[in-house]
């Protein structure tokens, strides 16, 4: 007899609005899959070095160590899928390696993007083409924007169907 795989959804998170999007997205789906949600946060900071005579720049990245994943995943798990089991994880390492390699035998890759404005779509970043690339398993790239549309559409009960379906 053979025991069921846990399903999982995996989801890269850094604190931007755009990964929070992803998240909950992701958590709405889990709850519809019966999945896990594994929320992931990359610090490719520790990853790198730098030559004995530079000094490190200030930049906003500083923040990223004070960045709680499990905090946010709790939060988005509380809000929009109580019953959906979210685990948080802080890895260091090149995001886009350490995505590929914790979705193997996922059900599915989740990530944020900016949002699109309307007449100027922005390109995917280095990390979502590396991970459309070469995942091994279906990436969804939510846009905060059109995450809280649909997040919207769902409290008015309000069924949408895009142009050309």
Known sequence: MSVPAVRR???????SVESVAALRWACREAALRG???HAVHVREARCHSL??????????????????????A??????????VEVKGEV??????????????GADMLVLGTASDTAGAPRPAGPVIRA?????ACPVVVISAEQETAHHDEDAG?????????
């Open 157 to 165: 009960s309000q069924v949408m169907v895009p142009a050309g379906v």
């Open 51 to 72: 030559p004995s005579y530079a000094a490190p720049a200030q930049s906003s990245q500083q923040g990223c160590d004070d960045f709680d994943v499990d905090e946010l």
């Open 35 to 37: 999945a896990e949600v």
């Open 91 to 104: 890895v260091d390492g090149l995001a886009a390696r350490i995505l590929l390699e914790l979705c193997a």
């Open 131 to 135: 991970c459309l690339r070469r995942a």
């Open 9 to 15: 959804i995996v989801v890269g998170v850094d604190g």
């Open 74 to 83: 709790g939060k988005i798990k509380a809000e929009f899928a109580p019953d």
